[in-house]
């Protein structure tokens, strides 16, 4: 019996509440002997690390860096290495374009070619989001009978591709050479399959008639196809674990990844107050509230140990916004880690916190990494966390007689 | 997605050097109140113990006591119940027999028979090898039509028979009845198997013809074969990690794992002091240094506390010279626990530190079995070491978007 399998059997109807707090890449590497959280003053989430459940998760498996997508499907609870979601589909997502099951989706990169059709520019000068806007206008013009295309704006040279009406395959090389002074590849199919074969045709068809369209345009006269991804429904939150789940998000990747598993994503302006005061207008319309704080993870990238300190003394001082909703359940944690000094993801496990009426206490003094290793969860994987919660807001019942 | 093909996927180049030491059934039970490498003054190991990543880890799963085999396989990253070595495999590699795939191993005892053909002895009162070499030199002399016999000396009454150039089956029973009075089993297929049958065709056709060469000898007049076993290539350190690996290691049994992986072996002579000034010499050569001591075993399974304490004692001492070299990574483990009072191979978790740039800390204060409950890495399974390993020597890009 798998996890979903032994979940559906067991659960039970519950009216108790669940905040969701993920800091983005809170888990760190230590400077002068600690870490980013450690260094950081946190006397509120310092109580609820006494008085809660804690511990470590590793997000994926030892020694795996985990992306944002299978960062957040382990905290899902959706196995990562099961539920592969490809980029693609990550890519539409993010713009929170509505993929339904069945749809092929594609990144594109604008890229500049010469008049032989050699490239020039892999990023076509990285150019503006309007000029972007502007060649995905042109580009929709193009018709191929029987199949719906979507091309949406991402960011400077990205935009999404997607396919809908056809029985797609997602088995095909991308087109871009990863160098200059060559032509694009066409598409071709990664196995010997009448379906692959046959999407690898209509993509190249595509690229032809872009290429005819964009002939005028410069810099950005042509376009780079990578990633192509079909997309699978599955299972959605309130399928898997009868919750009514909410998104409270401000950016765009975290918003597509909660929609991807069904939770409502709500219209939110990044950042940690206006996301927490978010959460008190919505209190008691849902039962599970996923809340996602992007600036540890991008301080983090940034190498910045002290914006990152800051942004977690930030949450902590805020957090009085969530304790007094007096939820249920209440969990801190992070996606993956992402050390300063790393400037990258990385694969160290995350702290966790879960505080219920239920939980058990190791008198941790200070919510922290080393800490933490002291905790009533040991070193536990993210997949295993929805489950305890689940456990703790009294919504499954015993297991066999 | 399995381990293999997850590394596989994410794997990417780096020059970083991994040192990779095992100290053979390291892991101990105390005696007064602490383990031997409780006991052990190790200043050298407490620093790095201090500075690195540290934990147990369970070699293949809770209770379950390795051979060298699944021990070192665990180590390496290959998962010892999947990649099961037969007996008559290891015995070949033990003595370093350049086996192939499609071979067919077995382990020979020598055995004494009476005139109506009853063992009398089922070791042939342990002969010298000398005498095992003359009666391997006649048995040589059989030649069956199609098949290549590879008979080798092992050890006392032991050889290694290796058979070659047919289509065999190893789902074989053995010939030694494991009492005297009885004579000599014949081999039967375990399974109703074409192969199997011709294969144990060929070797009762094998064994009748030694009983005929060896009918004037004493006390080796007859054999015993244990163990049947195909070797089956298994995918190499490079295939699976991009890593070119060399094996230090003096003793064959080790060597033999070791080249079973594809590392390269090389020549040394046994000794903490001897191996360690031959890794110095070879720095740089490789990617992976795989060190094995296995004086640390040895003492435990004769039940000599003191002398096991006095062998990490002497590693420790002789530490510097691996630490002047700097490696990227350094790991210092086991393949099992040996307590010198349970005088075998157990199951205990084994000790483990990994120091890299990267590497978080506990501040743990001893290299020792109690202090190291409470390190990062906290008690995972010896299989998932080395995917850490490769993450910690950059090796590995980030899982997903």
């Known amino acids: 019996m798998d996890r979903f399998e032994l979940i559906e059997k067991l659960r039970q109807k519950s009216n108790e509440k669940i905040v969701f707090l993920v800091l983005d890449g809170l888990g760190g590497l230590p400077k002068g002997g600690k870490t980013e959280l450690e260094t950081a003053s946190t006397p509120n989430m310092d109580k609820l690390a006494m008085e809660g459940e804690t511990g470590l998760m590793i997000p994926v498996s030892p020694g795996i860096t985990p992306g944002s997508g299978p960062g957040h499907l382990a905290l899902f609870g959706y196995d990562p290495l099961q539920y592969v979601i490809g980029r693609g589909v990550l890519s539409a997502l993010g713009i929170r374009f509505p993929i339904k099951e069945g749809d092929l989706a594609a990144r594109i990169n604008f890229a500049t070619i010469d008049k032989d059709g050699n490239i020039v520019d892999r990023r076509a000068g990285r150019i503006p989001d309007e000029i972007n806007k502007k060649m995905c206008e042109k580009i ?3 018709k191929i009978p029987g199949i719906e295309f979507f091309i949406e704006t991402v960011k400077e040279h990205r935009a999404a591709l997607i396919l809908r009406g056809g029985d797609f395959s997602d088995k095909l090389s991308e087109t871009d050479p990863q160098k200059i002074g060559v032509p694009p590849l066409p598409v071709k199919p990664l196995i010997n399959d009448e379906k692959a074969k046959k999407t690898a045709e209509i993509l190249n068809e595509f690229v032809e008639k872009v290429k005819e369209v964009l002939k005028d345009e410069h810099p950005a006269n042509m376009i780079l196809l990578r990633g192509f991804a079909l997309h699978t429904r599955i ?9 009514k789940a909410c998104a ?7 918003r597509g990844l909660a929609s991807l598993v069904g939770m409502e994503v709500i219209d939110v302006e990044s950042g940690v107050e206006s996301e927490f005061r978010k959460l008190e207008e919505l209190w008691g319309k849902y ?4 809340v996602h704080i992007k600036y540890t993870d991008s301080s983090g990238e940034d190498g910045d140990f002290d914006r990152k300190v800051s942004v977690i003394e930030e949450v902590d001082r805020n957090l009085d916004l969530i304790l007094k909703l007096k939820p249920d359940v209440f969990v801190i944690t992070a996606d993956h880690s992402t050390p300063a000094n790393y400037k990258a993801h990385s694969w160290h496990p995350v702290p966790v916190i879960l505080k219920s009426k239920w939980s058990r206490s190791a008198n941790i003094k200070k919510f922290g990494e080393t800490e933490l290793l002291h905790g009533t969860l040991g070193i536990m994987k993210s997949v295993d966390l929805m489950t305890l919660i689940m456990a703790h807001s009294g919504r499954l019942a015993k297991f066999g007689a």
Chains 1, 2 share one sequence.
């Open 140 to 142: 929709r013009q193009i």
């Open 235 to 243: 299972p959605t939150f309130e399928e898997v674990y009868g919750l």
């Open 248 to 254: 409270i998000a401000g950016y765009p990747m975290y």
């Open 287 to 290: 039962d599970f509230y996923f």
